[in-house]
Nanobody, 124 residues
Framework: QVQLVESGGGLVQPGGSLRLSCAASGSIFSINAMSWYRQAPGKQRELVADITSSGSTNYAATVKGRFTISRDNAKNTVFLQMNRMKPEDTAVYYC??????????????????WGRGTQVTVSS
């Protein structure tokens, strides 16, 4: 079992910056990709950015050039640096981790784990 805890959310003015962190604990072996999602009121959860264990990254078009995802494998932590923030960035931000394991039958299994989320509000 893997547990994820997000931190760093809060209130920021338009044009400001925030840095989110997500720390993984528990059975953290074989964690591969990690990612950030967000969900605004009345909208579906959407992918913001993801990163593989080797450092390859992917971003949503709405945040590319403003947000940066990174990870510290030694500390089992993923970060999201958010710059030049806009009111439309307001949402609950969630961390997700992907784990590839071998089950008791010898089959490969991919598990996904989610954090509980952290609120980000962009307002003047």
């Amino acid at each position: 079992q893997v547990q994820l805890v997000e931190s760093g959310g809060g209130l920021v003015q338009p044009g400001g910056s925030l840095r989110l962190s997500c720390a993984a604990s528990g059975s953290i072996f074989s964690i591969n990709a990690m990612s950030w999602y967000r969900q605004a009121p009345g909208k579906q959860r959407e992918l913001v950015a993801d990163i593989t264990s080797s450092g390859s990254t992917n971003y949503a078009a709405t945040v590319k050039g403003r947000f940066t995802i990174s990870r510290d494998n030694a500390k089992n932590t993923v970060f999201l640096q958010m710059n030049r923030m806009k009111p439309e960035d307001t949402a609950v931000y969630y961390c997700k981790a992907e784990q590839v394991i071998t089950d008791t039958t010898g089959a490969r299994v991919v598990n996904a784990y989610w954090g509980r989320g952290t609120q980000v509000t962009v307002s003047s």
